[in-house]
C-alpha cells in the first residue's frame, strides 16, 4: 500500500506539473491576445471582440489548472509559530489532518462547481457578446478541481504513511501496509460519516446558534484560531468553519449553494486575470535576472557613499519590488546577491542582514502588489487606485529607510567600511541595463495613471514584458522555463485557494451581523476615530509578525471594512495602511517572518539576536511612515485623486 501511494504521489506530481505548465502558458497566450487588442484599438478603432468573455472563460480553467499542481506540491500557507513545540510525532499527525481537510474542502467544491457546471448545461447559458457556451468551460473547471481533490488523498495518504514512521528506526524498518490502510480506511469511514450525518448534526445545534448568531460568529473565530495554531492550513480551515457557520445559520443547503456560488462567481470574474498576471510578471523578472540589474545600478549610484551597499539593497528592494509584489521573494531574492557582497566588504552582519529584511517589505507596498490585488477582491475597490495610491507611501519608506542607513553607519561607525567614492565609468552600464525595470514599472503604472491601459491589461503587459525579457536574455532555456511555470502555478493556487475559502467565511461573518457589532461596540467606547484605528494597528503589526499578509487581509478585511468605513476613513487609505503595518509585523522582533528567512539566508552561525538587533533601527523608521500616514492621509490619496477618468 505504501509503495503504491509513494507511486501515486510521484505520478501525480508529473502530471500535475504538466496541466499547470499547460495553463501558465494558455495565460501567457491570452496576455498576449490582450495586448494585441489594446494595440488594434489604439490603431485601428477595432479591439477585439468580447476580449473580456474570452479571458473569463479562459482564465478560469487556467486558474482550476494550477490546483492540483499547488496541492500535489504542498503549497498552501499554515500559521507554524508553534510547530517546533508540538513533537515530531503530533506536528506528523497534524500534517495529516491538515490534508484530509485540503481533500474535503476541495471534494466539496469540485461537487458544487459540478452542479454549477450542471445548471448552466441545463438552462444552455451562453456568454453575452460571442454567445460562447459556458457550460464546457465550467464542467472542465469542475474535473481539474475534483482531480486537485482525488491527488490530495493520495497526498494525505503520503503523510499518512510518513507519520506512521515517525520515531521508527532506520536500521530496521517497519511494514506500515496494515496500519496504513486501516486509517485510509477508517478516513474514508469518517468522511462518509461526516457527509451523511452533517444535516443531522446542524439541525441539533440549528436553533441555539440562530437565536445568538454573534456568539456562533465569536466561537468560530475561536475555532479558527485554535485550527491556525495547530498549523492546520488556513485555506481549508476558513472555507470549512465558513460552511460549517453558514450551515448553522440558514441551512445546510443553502450554505452548500454559497459555497459553490461564490467560488463560480469568483473564478469567473472579469478581473481574475490581473493577479496571476502579476505573480508571472515577478516570477518572470526575477528569472530575467531583474534583482541583479536593479541591485546594480543602485550600487553603482550609492555604492560610493559611506553605508553605500546598504542603501543600494534598499534601493534594489524598491525596484525588484515593483516588480514582484511580495516581500518574502523580495527580500530572498535581494539578500542572495547583496548579503554576500556586504559580507566581503566588511559590513557588519546586523546591518546587512537588518537592511535587507527591512528593504524586503517594499515589495509588497510598492506597486504592482499582489496583497492589494486581494484587498481590492475583497472590497471591491478599484485596484488601479490603490496602486497608485501605493507610489508615495512606498518611496517614503524606501527614503525613510535609506535614512535611517546613514544613521546608523554615523551611530555605529564599524558596522560599514569608510567610503570609497562613486564609480561613475560604472554608473553607464548599469544604467543601460537597470533602465529595463524601469520602463517595465513605467509601462505598467503609467499605464494605468494615464487610463490608456486598464488593470487587467497593464499585468498583461507586465507579464508579456518580462517573458520578452527573459526570453531574449536567453533565462528560460530548458529546466528554467519549467520552474517559471511551475512556481506561478503554485503561487497562483495558493492565493486562490486562499481567496476562495476566504470568501466563503466572509459570507458567514456578515450575515452573523458581526461587523455591525462592531460598529456598535465602538461607536459606544467614546474614542476619536484614529484612536480606535491604532488599536486595531496593535492588533495587525501582531498578526504580521506571524502570518502572510495575505492571509491576514482575507481574514480580517471583511469584518473590518464596513467599520472603517463608517469611521469616516478612505477604504483606499485604509488598503495602504493594512498592508504598511502588515509589512512591520514581519520584521518586528520576536517572531518576524522576513527576519527568520534572513537568519536562514546568513547562515547557522549567525545569532538570530544579531539579525534583530540589526533590524530594529528599520522598524523604528517603519513606525514613523506608519504615523505619518495615519496622520497624512492625502499621501496616500492625493496620487489617485489627479488620475484619468
Known amino acids: 500500500m505504501e509503495r503504491v501511494i509513494a507511486q501515486l504521489d510521484g505520478w501525480g506530481i508529473g502530471l500535475t506539473r504538466r496541466i499547470a505548465f499547460a495553463a501558465v502558458l494558455s495565460m501567457l497566450a491570452v496576455a498576449g491576445v490582450t495586448i494585441a487588442d489594446?494595440?488594434?484599438?489604439?490603431?485601428?478603432?477595432?479591439?477585439?471582440?468580447?476580449?473580456?468573455?474570452?479571458?473569463?472563460?479562459?482564465?478560469?480553467?487556467?486558474?482550476?489548472?494550477?490546483?492540483?499542481?499547488?496541492?500535489?506540491?504542498?503549497?498552501?500557507?499554515?500559521?507554524?509559530?508553534?510547530?517546533?513545540?508540538?513533537?515530531?510525532?503530533?506536528?506528523?499527525?497534524?500534517?495529516?489532518?491538515?490534508a484530509l481537510m485540503l481533500f474535503w474542502m476541495f471534494a466539496l467544491l469540485a461537487v458544487r462547481l459540478g452542479d454549477t457546471a450542471a445548471e448552466l448545461t441545463k438552462t444552455g447559458d451562453t456568454t453575452t457578446i460571442l454567445e460562447i457556451p459556458t457550460w464546457p468551460f465550467m464542467w472542465l473547471v469542475a474535473a481539474l478541481v475534483a482531480l486537485g481533490a482525488a491527488f490530495q488523498?493520495?497526498?494525505?495518504?503520503?503523510?499518512?504513511?510518513?507519520?506512521?514512521?515517525?520515531?521508527?528506526?532506520?536500521?530496521?524498518?517497519?511494514?506500515?501496509?496494515?496500519?496504513?490502510?486501516?486509517?485510509?480506511?477508517?478516513?474514508?469511514?469518517?468522511?462518509?460519516?461526516?457527509?451523511?450525518?452533517?444535516?443531522?448534526?446542524?439541525?441539533?445545534?440549528?436553533?441555539?446558534?440562530?437565536?445568538?448568531?454573534?456568539?456562533?460568529?465569536?466561537?468560530?473565530?475561536?475555532?479558527?484560531w485554535v485550527l491556525l495554531l495547530l498549523i492546520l492550513p488556513i485555506a481549508a480551515s476558513m472555507a470549512l468553519l465558513g460552511v460549517i457557520g453558514i450551515a448553522l445559520l440558514l441551512g445546510p443547503g443553502q450554505s452548500l449553494n454559497v459555497f459553490g456560488t461564490e467560488a463560480h462567481e469568483f473564478v469567473t470574474n472579469s478581473q481574475i486575470s490581473v493577479l496571476p498576471l502579476f505573480l508571472m510578471m515577478g516570477v518572470l523578472a526575477s528569472a530575467a535576472g531583474l534583482a541583479e540589474d536593479v541591485y546594480d545600478m543602485a550600487h553603482a549610484m550609492l555604492g560610493g557613499l559611506r553605508g553605500g551597499l546598504a542603501l543600494a539593497t534598499i534601493g534594489g528592494c524598491a525596484g525588484f519590488g515593483a516588480v514582484t509584489g511580495s516581500s518574502i521573494a523580495t527580500a530572498a531574492t535581494i539578500g542572495r546577491v547583496s548579503l554576500p557582497e556586504m559580507n566581503r566588504r566588511g559590513y557588519s552582519t546586523s546591518l546587512s542582514t537588518g537592511c535587507v529584511a527591512a528593504g524586503g517589505t517594499l515589495g509588497a507596498l510598492v506597486p504592482p502588489s499582489g496583497v492589494l490585488v486581494v484587498y481590492s477582491f475583497l472590497t471591491e475597490v478599484s485596484i488601479g487606485q490603490l496602486f497608485?495610491?501605493?507610489?508615495?507611501?512606498?518611496?517614503?519608506?524606501?527614503?525613510?529607510?535609506?535614512?535611517?542607513?546613514?544613521?546608523?553607519?554615523?551611530?555605529?561607525?564599524?558596522?560599514?567600511?569608510?567610503?570609497?567614492?562613486?564609480?561613475?565609468?560604472?554608473?553607464?552600464?548599469?544604467?543601460?541595463?537597470?533602465?529595463?525595470?524601469?520602463?517595465?514599472?513605467?509601462?505598467?503604472?503609467?499605464?494605468?495613471?494615464?487610463?490608456?491601459?486598464?488593470?487587467?491589461?497593464?499585468?498583461?503587459?507586465?507579464?508579456?514584458?518580462?517573458?520578452?525579457i527573459a526570453l531574449y536574455r536567453r533565462r528560460l532555456k530548458g529546466a528554467a522555463l519549467w520552474r517559471v511555470m511551475g512556481e506561478t502555478a503554485s503561487i497562483t493556487a495558493m492565493v486562490y485557494g486562499l481567496i476562495v475559502g476566504g470568501l466563503t467565511f466572509s459570507f458567514f461573518v456578515g450575515i452573523t451581523g458581526l461587523p455591525e457589532l462592531m460598529g456598535e461596540t465602538v461607536g459606544n467606547?467614546?474614542?476619536?476615530?484614529?484612536?480606535?484605528?491604532?488599536?486595531?494597528?496593535?492588533?495587525?503589526?501582531?498578526?504580521?509578525?506571524?502570518?502572510?499578509?495575505?492571509?491576514?487581509?482575507?481574514?480580517?478585511?471583511?469584518?473590518?471594512?464596513?467599520?472603517?468605513?463608517?469611521?469616516?476613513?478612505?477604504?483606499?487609505?485604509?488598503?495602504?495602511?493594512?498592508?504598511?503595518?502588515?509589512?512591520?509585523?514581519?520584521?518586528?522582533?520576536?517572531?518576524?517572518?522576513?527576519?527568520?528567512?534572513?537568519?536562514?539566508?546568513?547562515?547557522?552561525?549567525?545569532?538570530?539576536?544579531?539579525?534583530?538587533?540589526?533590524?530594529?533601527?528599520?522598524?523604528?523608521?517603519?513606525?514613523f511612515k506608519l504615523a505619518l500616514l495615519v496622520a497624512v492621509p492625502a499621501l496616500a490619496l492625493w496620487l489617485p485623486s489627479t488620475m484619468f477618468n
Open 38 to 98: 489594446v494595440f488594434l484599438r489604439a490603431v485601428a478603432d477595432s479591439p477585439v471582440v468580447g476580449m473580456n468573455e474570452l479571458t473569463e472563460v479562459f482564465f478560469a480553467v487556467a486558474i482550476a489548472a494550477c490546483f492540483p499542481a499547488g496541492l500535489t506540491q504542498r503549497v498552501h500557507i499554515a500559521v507554524d509559530l508553534l510547530a517546533d513545540r508540538y513533537g515530531e510525532r503530533l506536528t506528523a499527525w497534524l500534517k495529516v489532518f491538515g
Open 153 to 224: 488523498a493520495v497526498v494525505m495518504g503520503v503523510e499518512a504513511a510518513r507519520a506512521l514512521r515517525v520515531g521508527e528506526d532506520a536500521a530496521d524498518p517497519r511494514n506500515i501496509d496494515s496500519p496504513l490502510t486501516a486509517f485510509l480506511v477508517g478516513t474514508l469511514i469518517a468522511t462518509l460519516g461526516v457527509v451523511f450525518g452533517f444535516d443531522a448534526a446542524v439541525a441539533v445545534l440549528a436553533d441555539a446558534a440562530r437565536a445568538s448568531p454573534a456568539a456562533v460568529a465569536f466561537i468560530v473565530f475561536g475555532l479558527m
Open 388 to 468: 497608485i495610491a501605493a507610489i508615495v507611501p512606498g518611496l517614503l519608506a524606501a527614503l525613510l529607510y535609506m535614512i535611517t542607513v546613514g544613521a546608523y553607519v554615523r551611530l555605529a561607525p564599524g558596522s560599514a567600511p569608510r567610503a570609497g567614492g562613486i564609480e561613475w565609468a560604472a554608473i553607464a552600464p548599469a544604467m543601460r541595463r537597470g533602465v529595463t525595470v524601469v520602463a517595465l514599472f513605467t509601462l505598467v503604472l503609467g499605464g494605468i495613471y494615464t487610463g490608456v491601459f486598464t488593470v487587467t491589461e497593464s499585468a498583461s503587459v507586465g507579464a508579456v514584458g518580462a517573458f520578452l
Open 525 to 623: 467606547l467614546d474614542l476619536p476615530p484614529k484612536a480606535i484605528v491604532a488599536i486595531f494597528l496593535v492588533i495587525f503589526i501582531l498578526l504580521g509578525a506571524v502570518m502572510e499578509a495575505w492571509a491576514i487581509l482575507i481574514i480580517t478585511v471583511p469584518i473590518l471594512a464596513g467599520l472603517i468605513t463608517d469611521l469616516g476613513f478612505d477604504l483606499v487609505w485604509w488598503g495602504i495602511v493594512m498592508v504598511a503595518v502588515v509589512e512591520i509585523g514581519v520584521i518586528t522582533p520576536p517572531f518576524g517572518i522576513n527576519v527568520f528567512v534572513l537568519k536562514t539566508m546568513a547562515g547557522a552561525d549567525v545569532p538570530l539576536t544579531t539579525v534583530f538587533k540589526g533590524v530594529i533601527p528599520f522598524v523604528l523608521s517603519a513606525f
